[in-house]
């Protein structure tokens, strides 16, 4: 349970009671009978401390089931000023709140090992980079972009699989919103990666372990027995304690994957082959730059080397690496809490209202921590930031009429700005002629002046008397 005490407000209240105008008609509410009576409001949790200081504004707003886009609608319209709710607080569903509330330790798949998030995530920063990747350049706030960050945070935070997937559930969702800018990786590269954060390992075994994530038996496994076979080969060779062996087997295999001769099916399955070459081949993740090239057409690259490094762990990671992944795992490594503000533009459910109503104006009324990009909260403590596309994208691709494009000068101001500009340059070029004129004639005078035979035969006079 959380330090907060629970109140109902009426939906004409609500305004006031966000403002924190203690006058408003509240009733204390008991955090197991919220919305029993099936009425319309917010439950609005406030810290004991806040509301002895006699100034509080709530923690967190708690909607019932079903009425959300109602009292959304109700409140863009009359209270526009608590547009969106978010900025008061976390915004959390009844359905939600209680899922939280009732969590116990149920996670086999993405919290065994939270340690090895960081450098998923690490690998993911480096697939959606634009351009060329450096791992000791890369901005790590980056990391909150990422799709792996909001499952991590999730597994994190919940330790539940079922949380997990449900906040996979709903990156989906976000992922198909034309609305946002496509990214590099797509969640079908993605996930099956995500499934193997858990994997066993053993450091007396060593790296010798990752081929056998080629031979794991699962329902979306990717690979075949007979393709096993045919390529463990390659890997007991980057295996070798020779470098120079390792080096040529890579290089006879990046030739091979050029020319078509292996037996891959898919590109997941090409992608996680390139990564596991490169990790092999430097012992760890000193060899990153060997996948530049190779990720402009599989960049799900990254991330499975980022699987690689994280569950090998820090023995084989370079400097750079180890910096970058224990930077993103101080910010995954916070405690969740209701009291505790939501750092989000808007939460899950304002995002479902504004996507059922095809207003764009809804998006870009929302004040926003970032220019063109929206962070939403997808699952209580785990949030996302997507970048928007600019408006005449969005409503190309809904459909919307748009408006005429015009110049944001008129064409009398453009005449205007054009004479203007014209006349500056000739009075601008005329001046330097004259004073092109007056310098050089300036100039003459003074040679004159110099070089006149009164002064050389003063000079010469001076000196016949010396």
Not at 21 to 32: I, L
Not at 35 to 51: H, I, M, N, Y
Not at 93 to 104: A, N, Q, W, Y
Request: net charge neutral.
């Amino acid at each position: 349970m959380t330090d907060l005490r629970y109140f109902f407000s009426s939906r004409d209240d609500l305004p006031d009671a966000l403002f924190s105008m203690m006058g408003a008609n509240f009733k204390t509410e008991s955090s197991f009978e919220l919305f029993s009576e099936g009425r319309r409001g917010a439950v609005l949790g406030f810290s004991d401390k806040c509301l002895e200081l006699g100034y509080a504004s709530p923690a967190l707003v708690i909607l019932p089931a079903g009425k959300t886009a109602e009292l959304f609608s109700w409140l863009n319209t009359y209270a526009a000023e608590t547009y969106p709710l978010s900025q008061f607080g976390r915004v959390v569903g009844i359905e939600d709140f209680r899922s939280v509330e009732s969590l116990k330790n149920t996670s086999n798949v993405f919290w065994k090992r939270p340690d090895r998030w960081p450098s998923v995530i690490l690998g993911e920063i480096l697939a959606q980079s634009d351009s060329d990747p450096v791992v000791s350049s890369l901005p790590l706030s980056r990391a909150n972009a990422t799709f792996s960050f909001a499952v991590a945070k999730s597994a994190i935070a919940h330790r539940s699989d079922s949380v997990s997937e449900e906040c996979i559930r709903r990156l989906r969702i976000l992922s198909e919103d034309k609305r946002f800018l496509d990214r590099s990786v797509s969640l079908t590269d993605i996930i099956p990666i995500w499934r193997r954060v858990g994997s066993t390992w053993d450091d007396a075994v060593g790296l010798p372990q990752l081929l056998k994530l080629i031979q794991e038996s699962r329902p979306d496994d990717l690979f075949e027995p007979s393709y096993v076979t045919a390529r463990t080969a390659v890997f007991n060779d980057l295996l070798s304690d020779s470098v120079e062996q390792r080096v040529l087997t890579f290089r006879n295999f990046i030739s091979a994957q050029a020319s078509g001769e292996s037996y891959q099916r898919d590109s997941c399955t090409i992608a996680f082959e390139i990564a596991l070459a490169a990790f092999l081949v430097g012992r760890g993740t000193s060899h990153v730059f060997l996948l530049k090239e190779l990720a402009r057409k599989h960049p799900s690259v990254y991330v499975w080397f980022g699987l690689f490094a994280g569950l090998a762990g820090p023995v084989y990671w370079d400097v750079a690496w180890a910096r970058a992944a224990k930077g993103i795992e101080k910010t995954l490594n916070t405690h969740f809490s209701w009291a505790e503000p939501s750092i989000c533009d808007i939460s899950w459910l304002e995002y479902s209202w504004i996507a059922s109503t095809d207003n764009e104006k809804l998006i870009t009324d929302i004040p926003k921590q970032l220019p063109k990009v929206l962070t939403i909260e997808i699952f209580p403590g785990a949030t996302c930031q997507l970048r928007l596309k600019v408006a005449s994208q969005i409503q190309k691709n809904f459909g919307a009429p748009s408006e005429p494009v015009t110049d944001s000068v008129s064409f009398p101001q453009s005449d205007l700005v054009y004479a203007f500009v014209k006349e500056f340059i000739r009075v601008s070029d005329k001046t330097k002629l004259d004073l092109g004129t007056v310098l050089k004639e300036d100039k003459s005078i003074t040679s004159s002046k110099l070089l006149s035979p009164a002064k050389i035969t003063k000079r010469s006079s001076k000196k016949t008397v010396k």
